[in-house]
């Protein structure tokens, strides 16, 4: 009886132990991005479907004319002038001009212009003629400057972040949230993405190396990525529990000697 009964705590303590073991740890599989074998491995990878982001109401445009004449030009840029310095994000807010709900921006002498579902460098050259009709021998700068993207879940760092370039992929908006945590789901991540009509909901796989060649690969403004958690993460360590392994063998050591 007493060596059943030792047995069954030594088989109970192992089958703990075991669990604790292997519900603790992420696969190595699982956490690498962008895997490839040696029969599909390449070292370049083609992204043709990149499309340039079109306007839409809401959007935000930094306009400034540059010419000859400061005093001239400073009538098109909002009081900026040619330096156009701003610093901080309520004075871009205030110092661009707002898309409105019919695709509409307005600027002084020129009066309404149609930017809804153009491209930055559209925009651009459509003021560039307007402007030229007033002032010879001028230059127009066009940046859009609501560009927000938004990352939760599983990443080091979530919240909203303020992207200050034309375009930005995927892996480099990771890099801005810390990367993913030890219990990123890699192979599942989310991508909300604004359409006419709504939200559009994207499944990504970065574990696959087809990413590089998705159209979804590189970020709109307005995106929000989800990065969900590894099933079982409720049961899961940040880190291995080296003080309860030990204290564990210890237990199963002591719990040996008092039955034999």
């Known amino acids: 009886m007493n060596n059943k009964f030792r047995e069954f705590n030594l088989a109970l303590i192992a089958m703990v132990m075991g669990i604790l073991f292997f519900s603790s740890c992420v696969p190595m599989k699982k956490q690498i991005y962008l895997q490839t074998s040696e029969d599909t491995a390449k070292s370049e990878y083609q992204n043709e479907k990149l499309l340039d982001y079109k306007l839409r109401p809401g959007n935000n445009l930094y306009i400034q004319v540059v010419s000859l004449t400061d005093e001239v030009s400073g009538y098109f840029n909002m009081g900026l002038g040619t330096s156009g310095n701003i610093y901080y994000d309520a004075a871009i807010y205030l110092t661009s001009y707002s898309v409105n709900d019919l695709g509409y921006i307005e600027m002084p002498f020129i009066g309404k212009i149609h930017v809804d579902n153009l491209t930055v460098e559209e925009t651009k050259g459509k003021i560039q003629k307007q402007v030229d009709i007033y002032l010879k021998k001028t230059m127009v700068i066009v940046k859009l400057v ?115």
């Not at 938004?150 to 801005?176: C, H, T």
């Not at 789901?185 to 190396?209: A, I, P, Q």
């Not at 690969?217 to 929000?224: A, E, G, L, R, T």
Request: proline share 3%.
């Open 146 to 260: 609501n560009y927000n993207v938004s990352i939760v879940g599983e990443v080091k760092r979530p919240g909203q972040f303020k992207v200050y370039q034309d375009k930005i992929n995927l892996f480099e908006v990771l890099a801005l949230a810390g990367d993913m945590t030890t219990f990123a789901k890699r192979e599942d991540v989310v991508l909300v993405r604004k359409t006419e009509k709504g939200s559009k909901v994207h499944h990504l796989n970065l574990l696959d190396t087809d990413i590089l060649e998705s159209e979804l690969f590189y970020i709109m403004p307005d995106d929000i990525i989800y990065v969900q958690p590894v099933r079982g993460k409720n049961f899961a360590f940040t880190q291995f529990p080296y003080a309860l392994l030990i204290s564990s063998i210890s237990l199963i050591i002591a719990l040996f000697a008092l039955t034999k």
